[in-house]
């Protein structure tokens, strides 16, 4: 699935390549999938893509927006798979749930192997779409400071109990992040994941917070993490510490076994000794 950092890379290509391109056709695509969430039947999104042009993309969350012009906004989010671009005269995948045909011939696809959204929006509905409205401060924006972070930990614990994966992975309490990347975040704060948030030293809150940020911006900066792809088809450069390819080996920083434990709906990879 597509995190933060990774649809962070996505936007940054689109604008580097599809800003300003003129569709001359969009299609749904040709692979049925239960699970790709459309808002428009397949000849309505074709008529109203038809001749609109590419504008500066951008992402908030697990959200990738890319504005239509003029008057619509295509987003794509909570999804998994391949958004692909691909020059004039290049092949297509055989594949694909969502398709953009440019002008000059240059085509770019979507294909999710998972569940996901590509909906198409008048410009500003998009705001009220479940996930998107009322969306929390991401790790990226300048409000999210460490107060800021501490008081979303007061304000948790008034209504319930959680554990550190659940603030990480669960309700987007902190939107752009999700299993895969919150695993290295816990292991960059010695922290379980089973861990109660209740439990936390105000040392532990600082280490936590220090471990979202530098952990998002690390991953940013490799262009995303090693087994996701970006517009081009390359997997991005952040090789994950804690992952199923860890377990049953010896831990980066001590040598203990990292373990693998099945927790709130998905695997989790954690060293027994550096995060008790």
Known sequence: MFELPELITLARQSNGTLLGKTIREGTLGNSPHKFVWYNRKPEEFTNLTCGKTIGRAYTRGRWLFIPLEPGYILVFGECGG????HSAGKELPAKYHLYLRFEDGSALTLLTQMWGAMELFDAGQEKERKYIKDMRTTPIEPEFTFPYFSTLIDELLLEEKRSLKSLLTQDQLIPGLGNAIAQDILFGA?????????????GQRRDL???????????????GRNDEYDLFGNPGSYVRIMNSASAGKPC???????????YLGGACYFCPKCQQ
């Open 190 to 202: 010695h922290l379980h994941p089973r861990r109660s948030l209740a439990d936390l030293t105000p």
């Open 82 to 85: 391949k958004i692909l671009f």
């Open 252 to 262: 980066p920083e001590c040598g203990r076994t990292v373990e693998k434990i099945q």
């Open 209 to 223: 917070y220090t471990a979202i940020t530098t952990t998002v911006r690390e991953v940013i900066e490799n262009g």
